[in-house]
Every structure is written in C-alpha cells, then in structure tokens.
T-cell receptor, first 116, second 113 residues
Framework: AQTVTQSQPEMSVQEAETVTLSCTYDTSESDYYLFWYKQPPSRQMILVIRQEAYKQQNATENRFSVNFQKAAKSFSLKISDSQLGDAAMYFCAYSSYTGANSKLTFGKGITLSVRP | GAGVSQTPSNKVTEKGKYVELRCDPISGHTALYWYRQSLGQGPEFLIYFQGTGAADDSGLPNDRFFAVRPEGSVSTLKIQRTERGDSAVYLC???????????FGPGTRLTVL
C-alpha cells in the first residue's frame, strides 16, 4: 500500500517571501501521479499542482513549483511571492497510474499561515 | 451550477440514527469518489463509482456504510446505526475520466452526538 507523509504540521511565511512544504511517500510502483491540494476554511479541495512520475521535469504553475526527487521519494512544494490568500491547509497526495481507478492517498496536511 | 455540490452542508444526528449524504457531480463526469476527512487528518478514500457501478468500495470501513449512484450522476452515501466515530467531513469528487483531475465539493460535516 502507498503512504504519504507530511511531517510538518504547521508553517508560517512572511508575505512576499518563499516557503517550501515537504512531503515524502512510499510506493513500490514506478508510474504514478503526485499532487498538492489546497484546502481553505471553506473545506473545498483545490488542485494546486500535479506531477507525473515518468516526467523528469519538475511541474510549475505560476508561483507554485515542485521539487520531485523520485529516487528519494520526495515531493516538496515551493510557493514564491507568498500572498495572504495562500493561507490554508495543504495536502500532498498520491495516485496510481496503472490502478483500476485514480483514488487519492493523502498525507495529514500542513497548515500554512501568511504574515502580513 | 458549474461545480460539485453536496447536501446538506452540515448534519447533526444522534447515535444509532440513519443518515444520507448527497453528492451532485459536475455534469458529464463519469467518475465519482467519496472520501472521509476526520479532524486533523487528510481525506481517506471510501468508494469509487465509474458510471452507475461501484468499481472499488475497498475503503468503506464496515457494512454500515453504503453508497449508490443509480443513474450515473447523483450519488448518495448512506450510513446506518451511526456511531460517534463516524463524525467527520465527507467529501465527494468527480472527474471526467478515470484518470482525470478530480474536482471536489465543499463536503458535508457530519456530527454524531
């Protein structure tokens, strides 16, 4: 079974600064997807970024980028130029590429606060 | 509506009662997922529908939990003889295809007293 670990329960960043959120995972599969989701107080999960394991190039979406280290099974999220609206819970998640469905396995999440 | 909707937003019930939670996926999305998120935890997979059939129900914790999707659109999660440990936020997500991006609803917060 796959597991996702987020060991930092909370992080804080100054507005306009950069912050990195850590995630490690464990799997025996070679093909899979990794995700970062944002969950504001409204509870609605929003996809931030997605990485296919077979792609060596790290995914980037505007101010969000990842550092994907497949051998180390590490998948960190970097948020540049942090904004007040970035404050939320962030979840790292995994799904199988070849499985019968794309069910997500989530980490415990990290609470990010942004200081004005 | 353009997004996934879930009703009710909040549900308070007493131990031993029966509850139904509804999910309206995005129109045309064939894949539908239910997840349960306990306080301070990440969501955990419960069940996956492809069309009308439950293709993977391996995450349902026990036989008190059941879900249906009779016409391949709206889904209902049913919990019998609720227990205090069932208290959680129940999230629904839909995607256009099996491997497509999952779009989440706002969840139903269930509280069992």
């Amino acid at each position: 079974a796959q597991t996702v670990t987020q060991s930092q329960p909370e992080m804080s960043v100054q507005e306009a600064e950069t912050v990195t959120l850590s995630c490690t995972y464990d799997t025996s599969e070679s093909d899979y997807y990794l995700f970062w989701y944002k969950q504001p107080p409204s509870r609605q999960m929003i996809l931030v970024i997605r990485q296919e394991a077979y792609k060596q190039q790290n995914a980037t979406e505007n101010r969000f980028s990842v550092n994907f280290q497949k051998a180390a099974k590490s998948f960190s999220l970097k948020i540049s130029d942090s904004q007040l609206g970035d404050a939320a819970m962030y979840f790292c998640a995994y799904s199988s590429y070849t499985g019968a469905n794309s069910k997500l396995t989530f980490g415990k999440g990290i609470t990010l606060s942004v200081r004005p | 509506g353009a997004g996934v909707s879930q009703t009710p937003s909040n549900k308070v019930t007493e131990k031993g009662k029966y509850v139904e939670l509804r999910c309206d996926p995005i129109s045309g999305h064939t894949a539908l997922y239910w997840y349960r998120q306990s306080l301070g935890q990440g969501p955990e997979f419960l069940i996956y529908f492809q069309g009308t059939g439950a293709a993977d129900d391996s995450g349902l914790p026990n036989d008190r939990f059941f879900a249906v999707r009779p016409e391949g659109s709206v889904s209902t999660l049913k919990i019998q003889r609720t227990e205090r440990g069932d208290s959680a936020v129940y999230l629904c997500a839909s995607s256009q295809t099996r491997s497509g991006e999952q779009f989440f609803g706002p969840g139903t917060r269930l509280t069992v007293l």
